[in-house]
T-cell receptor
């Protein structure tokens, strides 16, 4: 079974709205990362949050981490059509650092 | 700066055929990875190479072999393709251990008939 699971599986919003997606995981983590994948392309790293951090920002992205609940959220503020993509969380749980990916949230932003 | 380059982009094989997927990175990264992506399942790690000269199995290594040819190149070989290996394959690299971010190639879409 997967370590990380995103919720919702799909999200449809209009430009200018905020998009929030969540990631839950099962075992203790070293860090948690979020990636974006545009259709037919490879994944692009968005942000990394370490287990001792609670919140990080990068441009219009805000990531929170609650290790007590084993969950993380990704907020995209003021969405644009270009934000249409799939978003994946990935966790690092072992000492070496292998990433385990969730199944992703598909986000569609309509103009 | 090309980053991570994968070839080919598309491939169709018949059951039992063999092929090698090529991957090269120009970022002087130590670690390289092969993932497969199937609908609704996210990415699963097939093999990884922590550094030049080393390779290790990931979650789903059966039916695959890898070669870390040098620091730049990491190839994935299917010796006898099966329909269950129909997937999109991604190569990735990182400076060192995957505790830091990964850089991905654009993928190879493989169909096994």
């Amino acid at each position: 079974s997967q370590q990380g699971e995103e919720d919702p599986q799909a999200l449809s919003i209009q430009e200018g709205e905020n998009a929030t997606m969540n990631c839950s995981y099962k075992t203790s983590i070293n860090n948690l990362q979020w990636y974006r994948q545009n259709s037919g392309r490879g994944l692009v790293h968005l942000i990394l949050i370490r287990s001792n951090e609670r919140e990080k920002h990068s441009g219009r992205l805000r990531v929170t981490l609650d290790t007590s609940k084993k969950s993380s959220s990704l907020l995209i503020t003021a969405s644009r059509a270009a934000d249409t993509a799939s978003y994946f969380c990935a966790t690092v749980t072992d000492s070496w650092g292998k990433l385990q990916f969730g199944a992703g949230t598909q986000v569609v932003v309509t103009p | 700066n090309a980053g991570v380059t994968q070839t080919p982009k598309f491939q169709v094989l018949k059951t039992g055929q063999s092929m090698t997927l090529q991957c090269a990175q120009d970022m002087n990264h130590n670690s390289m990875y092969w993932y497969r992506q199937d609908p609704g399942m996210g990415l699963r790690l097939i093999y990884y190479s922590a550094s030049e000269g080393t390779t290790d199995k990931g979650e789903v290594p059966n039916g695959y072999n890898v070669s870390r040819l040098n620091k730049r190149e990491f190839s994935l070989r299917l010796e006898s393709a099966a329909p269950s290996q129909t997937s999109v394959y991604f190569c990735a690299s990182s400076e060192s251990r995957a505790k830091e971010k990964l850089f991905f190639g654009s993928g190879t879409q493989l169909s096994v008939l």
